[in-house]
């Protein structure tokens, strides 16, 4: 089974402040991803990354940063938190070309932004 | 561009009834399409995936067809659980990400 691990899973922050979220998947796979999902709501697309040193931009990006240090490791950057990123952020890996394949989540981290 | 449509934001059903979420896309390239069910306060994860036209695939009571002419892939269970209440995701390949639907919340009371 394809594991994603995130921390923190709980974070309270205030505003102004910095937050990093961190993600460290197992399975060696190629794409990582950052979504947001807001209380009942859908996923939105925020950062993605092809592999280690990438980063591109998915559809709500602005307010965020992301970091792909290796393969292992993406990092989503909140350099001045607002009380409107307050959200649950799921990140997943995935292994296909082409956008074909399965996504793995990890279990999310719910942040706070007071 | 590419999309993926939901059209029932709610469903509440009484245990032991059927149901059908539906599921259409617009794409341009050969689809392959996926759902996703996420059970309150946990990830989501697959529940179901398919590219084959016409080919009805199943997994924990749960089936699905990918029709191509009808750009449809609706998901269906014959006889629902008080466990299947959760939000389901209809989700579309797109180019080294999915293309999400708006999730349908599915409620099932005793």
């Known amino acids: 089974e394809a594991a994603v691990t995130q921390s923190p899973r709980n974070k309270v922050a205030v505003t102004g402040g910095k937050v990093t979220l961190s993600c460290n998947q197992t399975?060696?796979?190629?794409?990582m991803y950052w979504y947001r999902q807001d209380t009942g709501h859908g996923l939105r697309l925020i950062h993605y990354?092809?592999?280690?040193?990438?980063?591109e931009k998915g559809d709500i990006p602005d307010g965020y940063k992301a970091s792909r240090p290796s393969q292992e490791n993406f990092s989503l950057i909140l350099e001045l938190a607002t009380p409107s990123q307050t959200s649950v952020y799921f990140c997943?890996?995935?292994?296909?070309?082409?956008?074909?394949?399965?996504?793995?989540f990890g279990e999310g981290s719910k942040l706070t932004v007071l | 561009g590419d999309s993926v449509t939901q059209t029932e934001g709610l469903v509440t059903l009484t245990k032991g009834l059927p149901v059908m979420l539906n599921c259409t896309y617009q794409t341009t390239y050969s689809p392959f399409l996926f759902w996703y069910v996420q059970h309150l306060n946990e990830a989501p994860k697959l529940l179901l995936k398919s590219s084959t036209d016409n080919k009805r695939t199943e997994h924990q009571g749960f089936y699905a067809t990918l029709h191509k002419s009808s750009s449809s892939f609706h998901l269906q269970k014959s006889s629902v659980q008080l466990s299947d209440s959760a939000l389901y995701f209809c989700?579309?390949?797109?180019?080294?990400?999915?293309?999400w639907g708006s999730g349908t919340k599915l409620i099932i009371k005793p």
């Open positions: 990354s092809y592999g280690a040193g990438s980063t």
């Open positions: 989700a579309l390949s797109g180019n080294y990400q999915l293309i």
């Open positions: 997943a890996s995935g292994d296909a070309q082409g956008g074909t394949g399965q996504l793995y």
């Open positions: 399975n060696n796979h190629n794409n």
